[in-house]
């Protein structure tokens, strides 16, 4: 594989043997989609954020947007094979565009230029995980209720793990329970972080909780499937990341109080909830990894835009060395990364999810460090602009600066690895 950094949108790759002819027309379709349409409308998408009523509710400009990629064909881009629930190749019946891990991610690295570009296309977390999750693992009637309405874009949903008063990072610690009772699940918690959960638009969680607290350490989790208007769901309150609330999209704080709901909304069944988590978390960390270095590249074309334009000391900032240095180190840091993410996506590809651990846990650690010291070298670069609200730079430095606790914090996935690298000097 052989990036070329620095062209707009993204870095090319030139390895057919890698891509189908398919994946490479994709490729080239979505950049120019984002170059003709997304970036555009950046400030429209503020503008309307700041005058909605809501602000939590979608925007008329990502709407017609949508619109747009869903008739272009543009649409469900992420889905890889293996989550098709049938053996049918057949393109109008299958849920995804039938792209690998590897495929995919250098798309996902165009869509990661702006925050909201991923939902354009419906290709937006958690939407992305939730459904991976449906398809993988929902029954028949699970997948036609919830699956079918979030492959329209008609609906929204939210994933709800993470609570306030544990460490959440070991998610055995979680407390939030999952009772039978009859023919209904209990549900009650108190979860936070649970990314869409104040969109008006947000219509299911995924719930995580126990239903055996006594039985082995793993097994002790399940998922369950929450209808948003059930009764005892209380939003207690949208919450902020360095300021900045995400709008549309949002990040909330939720209480479960003695939610009920049918015994037929349990994912796989009572103790399966790690099995679930582990399976769905691998694709979405290539995703997370994929939009960061998009995010990165970006910043790289606007550190060097500033620098050759902005005089200082009688000339450019472009002629500093301290600052040519940084941005180097900064294409360096970039292509680094995304080698090593388009790597572990072909590992996923290749030997499957749980072969790639050691690759995906790299990457989770690498990408989203990477994202924020590139980040900050432009906003230095930038001045006071650069943490300003009048630049995307504080908004995708906050963003960022939150994946490296999303799906795992650092610590996690270093011990992990060290764990992986101990075992096989064992071996050895």
Same mark, same amino acid.
């Given at each position: 594989?052989?990036?070329?950094?620095?062209?707009?949108?993204?870095?090319?790759?030139?390895?057919?043997?890698?891509f189908s002819r398919r994946s490479l027309e994709l490729q080239a379709r979505v950049r120019e989609?984002?170059?003709?349409?997304?970036?555009?409308?950046?400030?429209?998408?503020?503008?309307?954020?700041?005058?909605?009523?809501?602000?939590?509710?979608?925007?008329?400009?990502?709407?017609?947007?949508?619109?747009?990629?869903?008739?272009?064909?543009?649409?469900?881009?992420?889905?890889?094979?293996?989550?098709?629930?049938?053996?049918?190749?057949?393109?109008?019946?299958?849920?995804?565009?039938?792209?690998?891990?590897?495929?995919?991610?250098?798309?996902?690295?165009?869509?990661?230029?702006?925050?909201?570009?991923?939902?354009?296309?419906?290709?937006?977390?958690?939407?992305?995980?939730?459904?991976?999750?449906?398809?993988?693992?929902?029954?028949?009637?699970?997948?036609?209720?919830?699956?079918?309405?979030?492959?329209?874009?008609?609906?929204?949903?939210?994933?709800?793990?993470?609570?306030?008063?544990?460490?959440?990072?070991?998610?055995?610690?979680?407390?939030?329970?999952?009772?039978?009772?009859?023919?209904?699940?209990?549900?009650?918690?108190?979860?936070?972080?649970?990314?869409?959960?104040?969109?008006?638009?947000?219509?299911?969680?995924?719930?995580?909780?126990?239903?055996?607290?006594?039985?082995?350490?793993?097994?002790?989790?399940?998922?369950?499937?929450?209808?948003?208007?059930?009764?005892?769901?209380?939003?207690?309150?949208?919450?902020?990341?360095?300021?900045?609330?995400?709008?549309?999209?949002?990040?909330?704080?939720?209480?479960?109080?003695?939610?009920?709901?049918?015994?037929?909304?349990?994912?796989?069944?009572?103790?399966?909830?790690?099995?679930i988590a582990q399976g769905r978390l691998g694709p979405g960390r290539i995703h997370h990894c994929?939009?960061?270095?998009?995010?990165?590249?970006?910043?790289?074309?606007?550190?060097?835009?500033?620098?050759?334009?902005?005089?200082?000391?009688?000339?450019?900032?472009?002629?500093?060395?301290?600052?040519?240095?940084?941005?180097?180190?900064?294409?360096? &840091?970039?292509?680094? %990364?995304?080698?090593? $993410? *388009?790597?572990? #996506?072909?590992?996923? @590809?290749? !030997?499957?999810?749980? /072969?790639?651990?050691?690759?995906?846990?790299?990457?989770?650690?690498?990408?989203?460090?990477?994202?924020?010291?590139?980040?900050?070298?432009?906003?230095?670069?930038?001045?006071?602009?650069?943490?300003?609200?009048?630049?995307?730079? &504080?908004?995708?430095? %906050?963003?960022?600066? $939150? *994946?490296?606790? #999303?799906?795992?914090? @650092?610590? !996690?996935?270093?011990? /992990?690895?060290?764990?992986?690298?101990?075992?096989?000097s064992r071996e050895s």
């Amino acid at each position: 594989m052989s990036p070329q950094p620095g062209h707009p949108g993204g870095a090319r790759v030139n390895a057919p043997s890698l891509f189908s002819r398919r994946s490479l027309e994709l490729q080239a379709r979505v950049r120019e989609f984002m170059e003709t349409h997304v970036h555009p409308n950046e400030e429209t998408f503020d503008r309307e954020i700041e005058a909605a009523e809501n602000r939590f509710s979608t925007p008329p400009i990502l709407e017609t947007l949508k619109g747009r990629a869903r008739d272009e064909g543009l649409w469900n881009l992420f889905l890889p094979p293996e989550a098709e629930p049938d053996d049918d190749a057949d393109p109008q019946t299958r849920y995804g565009a039938g792209l690998s891990n590897l495929e995919y991610a250098l798309i996902c690295e165009v869509m990661g230029r702006v925050e909201w570009a991923p939902e354009v296309f419906n290709c937006n977390a958690p939407d992305t995980g939730n459904m991976e999750t449906l398809a993988r693992y929902g029954t028949p009637a699970q997948r036609e209720e919830w699956l079918e309405p979030l492959l329209a874009g008609e609906i929204r949903s939210s994933f709800a793990m993470t609570e306030p008063d544990v460490a959440s990072s070991d998610a055995t610690n979680i407390r939030s329970s999952i009772v039978r009772e009859g023919d209904e699940w209990v549900i009650n918690g108190h979860k936070w972080w649970a990314t869409q959960a104040p969109r008006a638009e947000c219509r299911l969680f995924i719930f995580m909780g126990k239903t055996d607290p006594d039985a082995a350490r793993h097994r002790q989790q399940s998922m369950v499937l929450v209808p948003r208007d059930a009764a005892g769901i209380e939003v207690v309150r949208p919450l902020g990341v360095f300021g900045y609330d995400s709008a549309p999209v949002g990040h909330g704080e939720v209480r479960f109080t003695d939610v009920r709901v049918p015994a037929g909304n349990m994912l796989l069944g009572p103790g399966r909830g790690f099995e679930i988590a582990q399976g769905r978390l691998g694709p979405g960390r290539i995703h997370h990894c994929m939009r960061l270095i998009g995010v990165a590249e970006r910043a790289i074309e606007d550190m060097a835009e500033r620098a050759r334009t902005r005089v200082a000391f009688s000339g450019p900032l472009a002629e500093k060395g301290a600052l040519r240095h940084a941005l180097a180190e900064c294409r360096i &840091a970039v292509d680094q %990364a995304r080698l090593l $993410t *388009l790597h572990a #996506a072909h590992m996923m @590809d290749t !030997v499957g999810n749980k /072969a790639a651990r050691r690759e995906i846990a790299m990457i989770k650690v690498v990408a989203p460090r990477m994202a924020c010291r590139v980040l900050d070298q432009a906003i230095q670069v930038h001045g006071a602009l650069g943490v300003s609200p009048d630049t995307w730079l &504080a908004a995708a430095y %906050a963003h960022s600066r $939150t *994946l490296r606790l #999303a799906d795992g914090p @650092d610590e !996690v996935h270093l011990e /992990a690895l060290a764990k992986l690298e101990l075992r096989a000097s064992r071996e050895s």
